[in-house]
């Protein structure tokens, strides 16, 4: 929705400044309250931290609004429909519904306003990690214990032996990390902060990544 969104104003600046207004309200038309949550309380964090001033509405305040038998008029409306962009030839390509919104125009800052202000929610200042010109930091996000979505030990063990090598030697800083043994703030200051991070992914790791992923320029 944000790509898509983001495409009116491709002058869009690093800081994140933008001629766009935040979105009013985001409207789950099919979802309810509370599938709508996830198990890591990500969902709505992202969303508060990113557009405080932003409503929600669910399938059972569509349902009101459709019970009025009046019709409703909004300024600018943004449809995100995951069944048809899964007939675009993008999604063909990746396997990502998301990835149809990429075919508008669009400034290479497009994230930048809501990164910065997730960044900020957590007491970072919004700049921070934005460019890559200091001493790289990787993280390794790793789910051994879980009891899935784990690496064979024996690989993980190498793995870490790698890392601590590259910190030893090149000065790296290196952080090997169970996000779910840290606070929502602390998993965004570390993805913040971040210039190389991977791990087996769940859904709140996909959103740390997104993070990662969208933090350099």
């Not at 495409?7 to 994140?16: A, C, I, N, R």
């Not at 399938?59 to 300024?75: C, G, H, I, K, S």
């Amino acid at each position: 929705m944000w790509r898509a969104y983001s495409s009116l104003d491709t002058g869009l600046k690093q800081t994140g400044r933008s001629t766009l207004p935040p979105p009013d309200r985001f409207i789950f038309a099919h979802t309810s309250n509370a599938y709508w949550r996830d198990y890591a309380k990500m969902n709505q964090y992202i969303l508060h931290a990113a557009f405080p001033g932003m409503g929600l509405e669910f399938a059972q305040d569509w349902e009101d609004r459709m019970n009025t038998y009046r019709p409703w008029v909004m300024d600018r409306v943004v449809f995100a429909d995951r069944a048809a962009a899964m007939k675009g030839q993008s999604f063909l390509n990746t396997a990502r519904y998301a990835a149809q919104a990429f075919n508008l125009p669009g400034s290479a800052n497009w994230w930048a306003p809501v990164r910065g202000n997730v960044v900020e929610f957590t007491g970072m200042r919004k700049e921070v990690g934005r460019g890559t010109t200091h001493k790289p930091v990787i993280t390794y996000v790793s789910r051994q214990g879980w009891g899935r979505r784990m690496l064979i030990q024996e690989d993980h063990e190498k793995l870490v032996a790698a890392l601590k090598r590259l910190e030893r030697e090149h000065g790296y800083e290196v952080n090997i990390v169970k996000m779910d043994l840290l606070t929502r703030e602390e998993q965004f200051r570390l993805a913040s902060r971040t210039t190389v991070g991977f791990g087996i992914p769940s859904l709140p790791s996909l959103y740390l990544t997104y993070f990662i992923r969208h933090c350099r320029s």
